[in-house]
């Protein structure tokens, strides 16, 4: 659901807030204070998508984990669509595959819920003015997940690949792609069709054949073969 509220005034940076708990959105609203107008707020993707569509903000407060596909599906509906628009990460996760695969889907920065008002207000106006802003700690995530891809010297035209790739079955692959980039064991099966039991099992099945042992290290196998 999508609540549209009053539009921002002129010199304040317009925010659209997008959480599924009322009480965070509600603590939000109060740390933000008059520094930026709130133009509108939502508890799932539909509703998301929906209110910034409208409101077309300059900064978007996006959880990571949301009812209907998760802050990065809101991303990727809307990103190319609304380039104007930031987008600011404020999620209790600072997990190393959710900060990677939110900043990979385009969002501008990531900040934990552990964050204090002024802190918080900072963020949002140097998101605004096209700064990326992270929390300490995970920086180096980042750091770590981009260094993986930079190249240091001229590439083949070529992709690389791994003949660990030619192992894995058709669904095996898509599983792979949704797991480097993130996406929970239930977002998999929301977008596969497949129940989260199958989806574990093949998430098994790829980590055995690519003889890797986590998802960190799948996301690195991924992006190192260029398969995000």
Not at 193 to 206: D, P, Y
């Amino acid at each position: 659901m999508s609540t549209r509220l009053s539009p921002g005034a002129s010199g304040r940076p317009t925010v659209f807030l997008v959480d599924d708990h009322a009480m965070v959105r509600s603590g939000v609203r109060a740390e933000l204070g008059g520094a930026v107008d709130v133009v509108g707020e939502a508890a799932d993707v539909e509703g998301a998508v929906q209110g910034i569509r409208a409101t077309v903000p300059d900064v978007v407060l996006l959880d990571v984990h949301l009812p209907g596909g998760g802050g990065r599906a809101v991303l990727e509906t809307l990103r190319a669509e609304l380039p104007s628009v930031r987008w600011l990460a404020l999620s209790v996760s600072d997990a190393a595959e959710d900060v990677i695969a939110v900043i990979r889907a385009g969002a501008r920065g990531y900040v934990t819920k552990t964050i204090s008002g002024p802190d918080l207000r900072d963020a949002v106006a140097r998101v605004a003015d096209g700064d990326v802003v992270f929390s300490p700690r995970l920086a180096g995530f980042v750091l770590d997940a981009f260094a993986a891809t930079t190249p240091s010297a001229p590439e083949p035209e070529d992709p690389a690949t791994d003949p660990g790739l030619d192992l894995l079955s058709a669904r095996e692959r898509e599983v792979m792609q949704l797991l480097a980039r993130g996406y929970t064991y239930r977002e998999i099966g929301s977008r596969l069709f497949i129940s989260v039991k199958t989806v574990e099992s093949h998430a098994s099945n790829v980590l055995r054949k690519l003889q890797l042992s986590n998802r960190n290290e799948l996301t690195r196998w991924a992006a190192t073969n260029r398969l995000l």
